[in-house]
């Protein structure tokens, strides 16, 4: 049965379905574009990168990116400060942290919002489009608006900085944008982050939403094997051959499998899946120790009295994780503030160090000067959650009968870099091979701009979900849910009727449409047709009552004029990182190309 084949229920009902399919190509001859430019938005870090048409057609690889000057460093924390008016930002990246520890020096602070790490915001929650996030004073602001004026301050940048080589040749409006998100990411994650672009300035049309994994992937399989650091690299795979890639974030790990085409593009062989079990949770796990050394929430309270030596002590542990080995047993030293030590002397009226003598890390924690000295036993603890997730996950995957064949994995994402997950994953999956390029840790955001340029690179993906809609049947007592029995215009049918458009697991070819269907107008004044969109983990549900199906949008399909004899073919297309339509209204040959709304 085809998605829409039966009158759709009456909430939805205002229209009618021909058999007929339009089997026109919607194939569009699009010019490319002469410079993409990419937003890497991490949870913990972020950048930008750009490069014009004729430097990606000589070396795909070459490309401008982001320098923070200052710091040594290709990408920039994920912070934003916010004036009181809750509309203005103030300061990004390092210059929003020393900005804000400049206020609460001077004692202005109060009225500021400061945001730090709010990528996973947008992780397992129900998202709407004027939902409210916390700062980290416990302050709430839109999070439409906080996004939007991150994204916006790196669209600035990437302008001005690249401006001195582009100025007079390419206009602003002339970019094509890519905006990263992770590949576990839902549709309505995805369709807030284009939100917020479209608020920072970058038009609905100039902008493509890349997958991490597969950005990462792109990046790698153009790297030769002397710029990849590796003896093997991605670009020696042949045709035939399989690979899973591993994206090490801050906040999430994102896992996906693809298999190399004769054209030498690559297919998704497994859907991406994954989980928050990236860098941030090793800072948890650090966090968590300080507090059961202290006895209490001290790090509550430094973040709420002393928020600037908060973000300093992370940043020092940041640095510091990424020495942490499973083959060194030197103790990692982190100095801790002043502040905290002496919140926690007040509380509990002992010095921290005397404090310690009485835990149960008495014989592998001490403190000098201020110094926390940690044995090597205690510091690799600190990765326990996150790494033994992530391994646990690959297995699952990897034992998969579809991933049957996989030779190699490449480990990409910030994280990455850690020589513990680098260890657990070469000791769990010694018969595989291990590729870690040297620019791991930028080979989503170099990956992005790749994707802009030839967005059809990835051939063909995984379908996470099965989707459909809610319709309705002629009623069958022999089969039917007799509660379910509902009347139209005098005839008995079923409601909440599943109708399936794509299952979990199915094949989708990029620009290859998955449902083709005729719809017509019920009344004459009809503008539109509304339909409630749904999916579910399960391959053929009946109802969309069934447990686990969920509402996740609705799709409006315009229809122009007046009258009952109008029609609308309708595409759905699958096979993108969204899902694209496109409805054509036969009678004047209008064609709209439509967006599903996730965000209802």
């Known amino acids: 049965m085809s998605w829409f084949s039966n009158i759709i229920s009456i909430f ?42 004729n430097e990606y057609e000589s070396d795909p690889t070459q490309m401008s990116a982001k320098q923070w ?13 916010i004036q009181p008016d809750g509309i203005t930002l103030e300061a990004f990246g390092f210059e929003a942290e020393t900005r804000y520890a400049e206020l609460i020096d001077e004692e202005k602070h109060d009225s500021y919002y400061f945001f730090k790490r709010f990528k996973m915001k947008l992780w397992d929650k129900k ?20 996004f939007a004026l991150a994204i916006k301050w790196l669209k600035d940048d990437l302008w001005r900085v690249s401006n001195d080589r582009i100025s007079g040749t390419i206009r602003e409006n002339e970019i094509h944008w890519v905006l990263t998100v992770p590949a576990i990411w839902d549709n309505t994650a995805k369709q807030f982050m284009r939100e917020a672009a479209k608020q920072a300035g970058i038009k609905e049309k100039k902008l493509t939403v890349a997958l991490e994994p597969e950005a990462a992937s792109l990046f790698c399989r153009h790297l030769p094997v002397e710029r990849s650091g590796n003896e093997t690299s991605l670009g020696k795979l042949k045709a035939g051959q399989r690979y899973l890639v591993l ?21 998704e062989l497994f859907k991406a899946s994954g ?64 502040s905290l030590c002496s919140l926690i002397e007040n509380r509990q009226g002992r010095a921290l160090c005397d404090i310690i003598k009485n835990t149960s890390y008495a014989s592998s924690v001490s403190m000098t000067n201020e110094k926390v000295k940690i044995d090597a036993s205690v510091a690799r603890w600190f990765f326990d959650t996150s790494v033994s997730s992530t391994v646990e996950h690959l297995k699952n995957i ?48 170099k990956g992005a701009v790749i994707f802009g340029h030839n967005p059809n690179a990835i051939t063909e993906r995984i379908s996470k979900l099965t989707y459909g809609v809610k319709t309705t049947q002629l009623f069958d007592k022999a089969k039917h849910d007799p509660t379910k029995k509902i009347f139209y215009d005098g005839e008995a049918r079923c409601d909440d009727i599943f109708s399936k458009h794509v299952e979990i697991g199915q094949k989708l070819k990029i620009g290859q449409a998955q449902s083709k269907e005729r719809y017509t107008v019920c ?72 967006n599903i709304d996730f965000l209802v």
Request: hydrophobic share 35%.
């Open 127 to 146: 998202i709407e489009r004027d939902m409210l996030i916390e700062d980290e004073n416990s302050r709430h602001l839109s999070a439409k608006t906080v």
């Open 12 to 53: 939805t009902s205002r229209f009618r379905i021909d058999d007929k399919k339009d089997e026109r190509n919607s194939d569009m001859s699009l010019s490319k574009p002469l410079l993409v430019a990419a937003i890497d938005f991490g949870t913990t870090y972020s950048s930008w990168a750009f490069s014009l048409l």
């Open 398 to 445: 990897l034992s998969s009968p579809v991933n049957r064949g996989v030779e190699a994995i490449l480990v990409v994402g910030g994280f990455s870099e850690s020589p513990m997950l680098q260890h657990a994953v070469g000791k769990e999956f010694g018969a595989l091979k291990r590729i870690v390029p040297r620019e791991a840790s930028l080979a989503v955001l």
């Open 523 to 594: 009344e004459i004044n009809q503008t539109s047709a509304d339909f409630p969109i749904f999916t579910t983990y399960q391959k053929d549900p009946m109802y969309t009552t069934n447990p686990g199906c969920t509402r996740v949008g609705k799709l409006s399909v315009p229809l122009s004029g007046s009258g009952l004899d109008r029609w609308a073919s309708v595409r759905f297309i699958f096979g993108g990182t969204e899902i694209d339509v496109e409805a054509t209204e036969e009678s004047t040959g209008k064609v709209h190309n439509l």
């Open 247 to 267: 994206d090490a974030g801050g906040g999430t790990i994102d896992i996906t499998v693809h298999e190399v085409l004769q054209s030498m593009d690559v297919k």
């Open 275 to 338: 989980g928050a079990w990236g860098g941030t949770k090793v800072d948890e796990a650090f966090k968590g120790f300080i507090n059961d050394i202290a006895g209490f929430d001290a790090m509550g309270d430094l973040k709420r009295k002393h928020l600037d030596d908060f973000i300093d002590l992370f940043r020092r542990f940041e640095n510091k994780k990424r020495s942490i080995s499973p083959d060194k047993d030197s103790k990692t030293v982190i100095p801790l503030p002043l």
């Open 69 to 81: 000057q200052g710091h040594d460093s290709t990408k920039g924390p994920t912070t934003v400060l």
